[in-house]
């Protein structure tokens, strides 16, 4: 049974359903912040959870190919050594549910911090969209829209 879903499940199938599975999250954040599903399953560690399974099990996929995991500290050294390291398709996989995980924690925290600040949902959804899109620059749309709406600005939230 295990190595049935070891062999289902490889690197672009994994990708097909890490981006597959984390829309319907971004969709309940955009269109359904207020709801208790939102609260239940978007911005707690559900999603984390499920997207640290994916991703220990790319880790597990990665070590049993003999994959070089001390190569990755040469993306440290230059601009070309973090480009070779994105030819391989198991580092490229691991960075891709990283990225996801992070947008989609700074896309919940978005959504918990502007129903703190009473702001609409519809004028958050733009920066959400853009979060999950492109996601620092989603996370700057929102603290403008913050600064805007509480007519602050506060380094620290």
Known sequence: MIEQIYNFFSIEMLYFWVNLGILPFWLILIFFPNSYICRFFVTSIFPIFI????????????????????????????????????????????????????????????????????????????????????GPIGLFLYWVLKIFHSKSISLYD
């Not at 995980?101 to 959504?111: A, M, P, R």
């Open 51 to 134: 997207l640290s399974g994916a991703y220990v099990f790319m880790l597990y996929k990665s070590f049993l190919g003999s994959y070089n995991f001390i190569g990755n500290f040469n993306l440290y050294v230059g601009i070309s050594h973090l480009l070779d390291l994105f030819s391989d398709k198991s580092f490229l996989m691991l960075f891709w549910i990283h990225f996801i995980s992070i947008n989609l924690f700074v896309g919940g925290w978005i959504v918990r911090d502007s129903q703190k600040f009473g702001i609409n949902k519809i004028l958050t959804a733009f920066p959400l969209i853009i979060t999950y899109l492109i």
